[in-house]
């Protein structure tokens, strides 16, 4: 076990992993014929026609992501509804069989050009699935074509940071089961672009296992590799990838770091039912001190309108999200601090602990090999207030700190401030205020001897949190802060509320529907929240379950309407195994005009989440005709929001049937957390209530 301990504490990453690590937060641009469509994934059949971007301005998308101290654009060349960004030789779904520009534009070129004026970097997505192209599923064709326009976006546009790679593929029925050439994908990049970093179906950079911002408490860069293993087979939605008990199965071991993904709104696409449902600052925060602060990069989604520009919404809380890390981490109350250590490598100065909070990230404190526990104390020369912390390691020689603790003087005795695991790269620390003078980073176990390059002090602004919308099954609307105390004022017209608009004193009676919006405002600081807005159609009071196929005990069928998002149900998974198709029946209690239904999956992401669908709606319970809807909920394991289906036309009826025909994983359930309508009557009441 020793040796295994020492060789992975020796893996060191590249000089192109490095420097993508360096960039710590990045924006990802998804646009394409889907902001024109208003859909997630494209079929590949859409009119180039339709993509006409009139006010399209790189340069807006810069400002907006430099705004928020990110580093490089990494953008969406072509989706998998296979339109390209570029006016590619290979085909003709692209922009230059588009209005925009006459058919004479390159987005590619403009943004490209335009992070270079920046002075930020730029990366390109290219989506080896191609819903469009003809040649797909005839693998050799597919592949030179595959590569052929990996050639021109990596010789046409000059340096490339990053080139991204989806592992998503919807195709296999059809008989279109196309082999990727990865390795030749791979020989391309590094001929052309060797200082790109290859991500995510890539030997370079790794997914961090789910499309929601969510990070592991420890995350290592130093995978385990078994015999016959192959990294990007790895079980990158596991929580455990690196720790000692994992370095057991290692025949080798990889230097393969997370980039954390999400986007600033619930979908990957614009969509304008999404302009206020935009990522509150205090969410983007928790995500950025979870994956800057965690040993990852954060990548965040902005996806552009049809205008061709960042909403106005996103590019506010962009300008928000900087303003932040800007006021925190400008002054670092640390810097030059007095420092000792319990052991430094061979007692030589140039490993002494000064050279942690010295600004200077080329030198660090180490001890000797073998010493894999010490403390570093910092004496910051008077009392000092702080709420955040930041360590890094000096990955270049490895990542080796398994387990520390930060504690506070508070003139008597040592006071534990936080404790946790890895840092890696980086990691930051939020806890309540402290006011001291001592402060002392104790290393409790490492892998070899444990390095620091930078230890950091910071006073973080206070965030007022938005406050939280909820309605029950019979309409009533309840609006709570997360911590109890400061007024909430809401409004039912649309409009942003003020500190004058109507306070929240009791649940609000909607039950057919309507919108609301609220903010916290802190009387002590005069500080706002951000808005949170709910939008609501009719409740469910009258709704009851009438038929379901089966159920689990504890996750019946009664779960799917009762308005609690956190209560499933699921076919009967423990003593039955039957396949789908799988199916609840709803009457709603009354005869209403629908318009279209909402389907949100289980939010642990585990069994039941139903790929593709029917959807039925019947006057009498009996007869149901043909399908109101079907088809296939996009992109719903990795990122599973709510899915909103809208039909061609109105239909009436009383009761609703939702049939699961298959599950994201091939598992044989079905799952709804929650199933609900969109009705002309709640259309006319958010219509009514907001003045719009």
């Known amino acids: 076990m020793a040796d295994l301990i020492e060789r992975a504490a020796r893996v060191t990453p590249s000089p192109r992993q490095l420097a993508w690590q360096e960039l710590e937060f990045i924006a990802f641009i998804h646009f394409t014929v889907n902001a024109f469509t208003d859909k997630e994934w494209g079929d590949g059949n859409e009119d180039p026609a339709i993509f006409d971007p009139a006010q399209f301005d790189a340069r807006q998308w810069v400002r907006a992501v430099k705004s928020a101290g990110m580093r490089m654009i990494l953008l969406t060349a072509k989706h998998h509804d296979g339109f390209c960004l570029w006016p590619s030789r290979y085909t003709e779904h692209s922009v230059k069989s588009s209005p925009w520009k006459n058919g004479k534009g390159d987005i590619v070129r403009e943004v490209s050009e335009a992070c270079r004026e920046g002075g930020i970097k730029f990366g390109v997505y290219l989506s080896p699935w191609d819903r469009h192209e003809p040649t797909y599923g005839d693998s050799p064709a597919y592949n030179e074509h595959f590569k052929n326009q990996l050639r021109e976006l990596l010789t046409n546009y000059g340096p490339i940071a990053e080139v991204w790679f989806d592992g998503a593929c919807g195709e296999g029925p059809n008989g279109k089961r196309q082999v990727y050439d990865w390795d030749g994908y791979y020989q391309v990049i590094r001929e052309l672009q060797p200082d790109a970093v290859i991500a995510i179906r890539g030997p370079d950079v790794r997914w961090c296992g789910n499309e929601a911002g969510n990070v592991r408490k420890s995350e290592w860069s130093v995978i385990p590799i078994p015999a016959g293993g192959d990294p990007l087979r790895t079980d990158l939605m596991a929580e455990d990838l690196g720790s000692r008990e994992k370095l057991k199965e290692a025949e080798r071991f990889i230097w393969y770091p997370a980039e954390v993904n999400t986007s600033i709104r619930p979908g990957w696409f614009y969509h304008a039912s999404d302009d206020l449902r935009v990522k509150s600052l205090e969410h983007l925060l928790e995500i950025y001190y979870g994956s800057v602060g965690g040993n990852g990069v954060f990548l965040l989604n902005l996806p552009p309108d049809p ?206 529907g309507g919108l609301v919006r609220a903010k916290v405002f802190d009387p002590v600081t005069g500080k706002a929240s951000a808005p949170c807005e709910a939008e609501f159609d009719i409740c469910k009071g009258k709704w009851r379950v009438v ?68 959807f039925y709606v019947s006057r009498d319970g009996k007869n149901w005709g043909e399908p109101a809807s079907e088809g296939s909920f996009s992109n719903v394991l990795n990122n599973p929001v709510q899915q909103t289906v809208r039909f061609e036309k109105p239909i009436t009826g009383r009761f609703i049937r939702l049939v699961g025909l298959s599950e994201v994983k091939g598992a044989p359930w079905t799952s709804v957390a929650e199933l609900g309508v969109l009705t002309e009557r709640g259309r006319k009441a958010r219509k009514r209530v907001s003045g719009q």
């Open 307 to 512: 205008r061709g520009l960042i909403h106005e919404n996103d590019v506010e809380r962009l300008r928000e999200l900087g303003e932040v890390l800007r006021a925190t981490f400008e002054r670092d109350l640390a810097k030059d601090a007095a420092a000792r250590a319990s052991h430094v490598r061979g007692n030589d100065p140039a490993f002494g602990p000064d050279k942690i909070a010295d600004g200077d990230k080329n030198t660090y404190w180490t001890t000797d090999d073998g010493v894999t526990a010490a403390t570093v104390e910092f004496d910051l020369g008077e009392e000092r207030s702080f709420n955040c912390a930041t360590l890094q390691e000096r990955i270049q020689v490895g990542q080796r700190v398994e387990d520390f603790a930060l504690d506070a003087w508070d003139g008597r005795n040592w006071r534990e401030l936080v404790r946790s695991t890895t840092i890696g790269y980086k990691r930051l620390l939020r806890f309540g205020e402290v006011t001291a003078r001592k402060v002392r980073v104790r290393i409790l176990q490492s892998r070899l001897c444990p390095t620091l390059s930078n230890f950091g002090l910071f006073q973080a602004p206070l965030i007022v949190s938005p406050p939280r919308i909820r309605r029950d099954k019979q309409g009533m609307v309840t609006i709570a802060c997360r911590t109890p105390g400061p007024p909430i004022h809401y409004t039912l017209d649309g409009s942003d509320p003020t500190a004058a608009s109507a306070r929240y004193t009791e649940p609000i009676a909607l039950p057919d």
């Open 547 to 614: 038929h379901f196929d089966s159920e689990e005990r504890g996750e019946e069928a009664a779960n799917a309407v009762d308005d609690d998002p956190a209560t499933i149900w699921i076919t009967d998974w423990r003593t039955t195994k039957d396949p789908h198709p799988h199916e609840i029946q709803i009457d709603l209690g009354e005869t209403v005009d629908l318009e279209g239904f909402t389907y949100l999956p289980r939010q642990d992401l585990t069994g039941g989440i139903i790929l593709d669908y029917e």
